[in-house]
Every structure is written in structure tokens, then in C-alpha cells.
């Protein structure tokens, strides 16, 4: 009686907080993954190599390109959904790349790179939200959620333990003195209640 | 084993301890609720894009060569919406049709317009050089056209008649809000002359 009662409680709870998690999931999601919210089905899917582009490439020889794939590693290809535009083989990236280093020949610094990148391209440019705005929930959601979880799970936990509270009486002996008067009376009651 | 186990759950406080528990998965329930309810209004405020007969998502377009373009300045004109990329090959297939009939409805109350999707400056000039276009182009800015008017990919073309609504393109039988995959030039012809038939205000 006792187990199965736990047992439904167990599943409660497993599935409340399962249920919490896929919530916390489906709202925060969207926040996340803002960089896949291209248009679909691109009827041009050209990322049919699938080398990527730094294994094709050189070994970066200058300090430029090793500059470049840093810049480009924060970034995402704009047309493909969720690759760098570190690794993006596609002829589209490989001139992308090129811009940066013309940028960085230029002494353009890498967050005027970036923000010209976002500016051309959308906040999908960003292979990461950045810390701001809306965008925060994206970076908060989640400890919140285990913030949440934790309090609630926590707090049933402890429901739990204080109604499984138990105190031992040992047979024979008589220790009624040491009890209190409530448990005696509620002993009482119930003894009543089950026979 | 010779213990006997007190149960701290009298039967009256088992019976608020009911109420509270059905108090605490109402919350539960309520929060859940009204999560779901935030995740319907975005998805109904994310939509499918412009619909047929209503006014055309309005934009800017900083063109390739110089200037501006505003949709809302072309009331009056049938407008031809296309969007393309140089990385796209099957804009390449309708790339010629577009300019050709770009030239010939010019004069007449027509203006295209090509949008160009997710692209590298350098690229986009030698596209159009290439294929001799001079309607007026610029690069979607952080994607905001295509997102506006809920772009499937490219190429993807868009009528819109002279009060600036969104004017409907027949594709297999269909009325569609816009002709995806590339255009042709009995395509556009149709709907070009459908639309500068029809009298502006009726």
C-alpha cells in the first residue's frame, strides 16, 4: 500500500518535471535556435562536399587566416542551418571568408566585422545569442528552469519525508511517559479507526 | 518487528493537506497553461507571410546601385517582387526572362524589384553583370524582406498590384501568393497584363 502510493508519487513527479522540462524546452527554443529560423527547404542546398572547408584549405600559414577562422568560428553560414562559417564549404562562405580577411587587411577590428556581418545577415549570422535584450532569456531559461525544478522537486521531496515521518516504539516497553501527548491520543484514535 | 509505526497523517490534516496539493497542481496547471497560450501567440504572430488582396509587407531596399527604393513609393505600379542570390543556380534559369521583360513593361506602369537573399557583395555585382540587369537591386539587409514576406528559399517571386496589395499568380490550376522555383516569361506576362488591366480603386 505504502510502496504503491510512493510509487505513483514517483511517477507525479517524474512526469511534472518532465513535463516542466519539455516546456522550458519548447519556450526557450525558439530563443535558442533563432540562427535555424531560415526559410526552409532552400530549394539550393549546396553544401553537397562534404569536406569542410578547413580541411581543404592550406593549413592557415599567416596569422590572418588563423585571425579569420576565429571570426568566422562565431559565425554561422547564413544558408545552411546551424554551420560554422569556419567549416562551411560552400562557394558562398569561402568568399565570406574572404571578406574577412579583406576586412582585417583593412584594420577593421573583430567586432566591426561582426556587427557588419550581423547588419548584412540578421542575428542568424551569430552562431550564439548575444547577451541582450530578449536574447537574455535564451542564456537565463535554462538555470532557471533547474532553479524551478529543484525548488519544486525539493519541496516535494520534503513533503514527502516529513509525512513518512516515523517514530519507533519499542514493544514491551513501556515509554508512553516519553511520548507526547498528541501521538498518544492520535495512537489512540487510530487504533480505533482500524479495528 | 515488534515496532509499531506512527503515520504522521491524521485524517484532518490529510484533508488540508488534500486542498493544498490541489491548490499547488492548479498552479502547476495554470503556469503549464499559460505557457502554452505564449507559445500559440508566437506561432500564430511567426504566420505563413503576406496573404492574396492584402497590402504587401512595406520595405526599404538599399540598392547596389546607390540610392534607395521604398514599395510604398510605387503605389500605382504593378510591382514584381524577386528574390534571388548569386550562390542560387536556378535563379540563373530565370534570370534572363526577368530582364527581358523587365524591358519590355518598363514603360508601362511596371516595376521590378530584386531582392537579393543572403549574399556577398562582390558576388551579387558580377551576377548582375552577367546577366545584364537593370531593374533595381540591393541585398536583403539582416533578412528582413525575406522574413517579412516568409521566403521559402530562392528564387521566389511576388506581385503586387497598383494599390499595393499582394495580387495572386496561378501555378497548376492554383492561386498562389508566390511563384516559387524560377519564373517565366509566359508567367509573368500573364499576370503583368491581368493586373495592368485592372483599373486602380475597382
Known amino acids: ?195 | 518487528m515488534g515496532e509499531v509505526v506512527l503515520e504522521h497523517t491524521p485524517t484532518e490534516e490529510r484533508a488540508t493537506g488534500l486542498s493544498r496539493r490541489l491548490l499547488v497542481f492548479g498552479g502547476a496547471l495554470l503556469v503549464i497553461v499559460a505557457l502554452l497560450a505564449l507559445l500559440a501567440v508566437g506561432l500564430r504572430r511567426a504566420g505563413g507571410g503576406p496573404e492574396l488582396g492584402q497590402p504587401a509587407p512595406d520595405f526599404t531596399l538599399e540598392l547596389y546601385d546607390g540610392g534607395e527604393l521604398a514599395l510604398s513609393d510605387l503605389r500605382g505600379k504593378v510591382v514584381v517582387i524577386n528574390f534571388w542570390a548569386s550562390w542560387c543556380d536556378s535563379c540563373r534559369d530565370e534570370a534572363p526572362a526577368l530582364e527581358r521583360m523587365w524591358r519590355e513593361y518598363k514603360d508601362r506602369g511596371v516595376m521590378f524589384i530584386g531582392v537579393d537573399y543572403v549574399d556577398v557583395e562582390s558576388a551579387a555585382r558580377a551576377y548582375l553583370a552577367e546577366f545584364d540587369i537593370t531593374y533595381p537591386n540591393g541585398l536583403d539587409k539582416g533578412q528582413r524582406i525575406s522574413r517579412a514576406y516568409r521566403i521559402r528559399g530562392v528564387p521566389e517571386t511576388f506581385f503586387v498590384d497598383k494599390e499595393g496589395n499582394i495580387a495572386p499568380i496561378v501555378v497548376n490550376g492554383q492561386l498562389q501568393t508566390r511563384k516559387i522555383s524560377p519564373i517565366t516569361e509566359a508567367e509573368l506576362r500573364s499576370v503583368l497584363d491581368r493586373l495592368l488591366a485592372e483599373e486602380e480603386g475597382g
Open chain 1, 1 to 195: 500500500m505504502q510502496q504503491q502510493g510512493l510509487l505513483f508519487r514517483a511517477l507525479i513527479l517524474g512526469s511534472g518535471v518532465a513535463m516542466l522540462a519539455g516546456l522550458l524546452f519548447v519556450v526557450a527554443g525558439p530563443v535558442m535556435t533563432r540562427r535555424h529560423a531560415l526559410p526552409e527547404g532552400n530549394r539550393e542546398s549546396p553544401d553537397d562536399q562534404r569536406v569542410t572547408a578547413r580541411q581543404m584549405a592550406q593549413p592557415p600559414d599567416s596569422a590572418l587566416e588563423e585571425e579569420m577562422y576565429r571570426i568566422a568560428d562565431k559565425l554561422n553560414c547564413p544558408i545552411c542551418q546551424g554551420q560554422r562559417l569556419s567549416e562551411c564549404p560552400i562557394q558562398i562562405c569561402q568568399e565570406m571568408r574572404a571578406e574577412i580577411i579583406q576586412r582585417l587587411r583593412e584594420g577593421q577590428t573583430e567586432e566591426e566585422i561582426i556587427q557588419a556581418f550581423v547588419d548584412r545577415y540578421g542575428i542568424q549570422a551569430l552562431n550564439q545569442p548575444p547577451v541582450e535584450g530578449f536574447n537574455i532569456l535564451a542564456w537565463v531559461m535554462p538555470f532557471v528552469g533547474l532553479a524551478v525544478v529543484l525548488v519544486i522537486g525539493g519541496w516535494v521531496l520534503r513533503q514527502w519525508s516529513r509525512r513518512r515521518a516515523t517514530v519507533p516504539v519499542e514493544a514491551g516497553e513501556d515509554r508512553a511517559g516519553e511520548l507526547p501527548e498528541e501521538y498518544l491520543r492520535r495512537l489512540q484514535q487510530e487504533l480505533e479507526d482500524y479495528s
